[in-house]
């Protein structure tokens, strides 16, 4: 595996495409949206107005293809990419070099892929890194908070945690806000309007064994629901669990 | 002293004009500025690369007069405003009404007074509550990250804190990042580029006595300081200290 961000952009700008949960531990990982500058205002309100959803770590300039915590290329450093036409996903690609525009403006937005590490390190297991996959990810029947012409439902992860362990899984994820810090929702994903966990929008499926808890994250994809229902002309994102590693730290984003 | 948020903007709107530290303990105190629309992606953009000086809490929509954590009236429930024409302060207020525009979007921004009653449940002293006097705020020789037109130097508040305390200051006030949490800076102020801890830029001075240190935190006037530096037409802000008294909890804002 992976342990540091430049050797993990490069393979990825070489054309590696895998998701990123587990890959250079310690090292936050960040989703990616971009839009045209005359969507930027509002998405950073929308962004404000669903802290949880969408923690903002660092935008860009319009048309800069780096950030002030990634020196990498976000057209190419990603393992992959979904392009929007119109809130239409148009495909998935492993480089956007061509698709890009100089009035983009990109947000970086947490992860919780950052604080799995910490999890770990307190010996609450992670069900999709045991098995290898990707995080099971799902639209909820939450509403965001909308701004200006965005609006869409709130995206969550889900992580099946030992009954025993949910309170040490809240425990350690509060201390990241920055990477969607505390769960939204622990248990009965029927009353977020979730029907079957085996059936994930986003991600792979993984098994809640008998005596786990179905743990639900606020997560990152939700700026890209948001594109889906609100249809600007035009939106790069990170696929989904195939995150941008960045230059920060996780320790960066720890509160008290 | 007032104790609930309604009681205290009636007061401000009859005209009584005092700083609000020490008002309505246990209720979030926050700054204001309103911009014209077309300086609010650059403001919001200043404070996402500051968030230790501009953490913000809520955005209205342009022209709106209360917010969602301000049931109140934004032009006349503060105790007092400064108006700003390219700039330069223009004078005192109590009430704006008169000067309120459509296209103002105004910002709520965290601010320090939040913490102190957690302070105080901790036993440490804060000064400029036991004079009964405004925060001594200064100017300091550090540059905000700068956002399209908008840039200007960090502005902080100062407690002097006995030095057995400094750890207990730090650690309670780490828990509300969302109000500028954990202090910028902790003794030598000269280093801050502060010569004269008994003139403060605003507010009032307060004495450091002898084993104290002054603690520095980040400061919500730094919008102002921005403005006065980059000279956008027209701005509304609250006068340093006399804060608008929302109807969220401190407690909404504490992290672990």
Redesign the interface.
């Known amino acids: 595996m992976m342990q540091e961000p430049q050797q993990a952009r490069e393979a990825f700008r070489g054309g590696l495409r895998v998701p990123t949960s587990g890959c250079c531990p310690g090292w936050t990982q960040a989703n990616l949206i971009s839009l045209p500058r005359e969507f930027?205002?509002d998405f950073?309100?929308f962004a404000?107005?669903n802290p949880k959803s969408c923690p903002?770590l660092d935008?860009t300039e319009p048309g800069e293809t780096s950030a002030s915590i990634f020196a990498g290329d976000l057209r190419t450093d990603l393992p992959a990419y979904t392009v929007y036409d119109h809130g239409e996903p148009i495909g998935q690609r492993t480089d956007v070099t061509d698709l890009w525009r100089d009035d983009l403006v990109s947000f970086l937005i947490g992860c919780s892929f950052t604080f799995e590490a910490a999890l770990l390190d307190a010996a609450v297991p992670v069900r999709h890194l045991e098995t290898g996959s990707n995080v099971p990810m799902f639209r909820t029947d939450r509403e965001c908070r909308p701004a200006g012409g965005l609006a869409g439902p709130m995206v969550v992860s889900m992580r099946p945690i030992p009954a025993e362990r949910v309170a040490d899984a809240v425990?350690v994820t509060?201390?990241y806000?920055a990477v969607h810090g505390a769960p939204v929702h622990i248990g009965a994903p029927e009353s977020l309007g979730i029907t079957d966990l085996r059936s994930p929008d986003f991600g792979d499926p993984v098994r809640v064994e008998h005596g786990e808890v179905p743990i639900f994250w606020a997560c990152g994809v939700t700026p890209q629901a948001a594109v889906m229902r609100s249809r600007p002309p035009f939106a790069i994102a990170h696929s989904p669990g195939h995150m941008a590693i960045t230059d920060a730290r996780d320790s960066d984003f720890l509160?008290?």
Do not use: G, I
């Open positions: 930027a205002y950073l309100l404000q107005r903002v935008v425990r509060s201390r806000p509160v008290p």
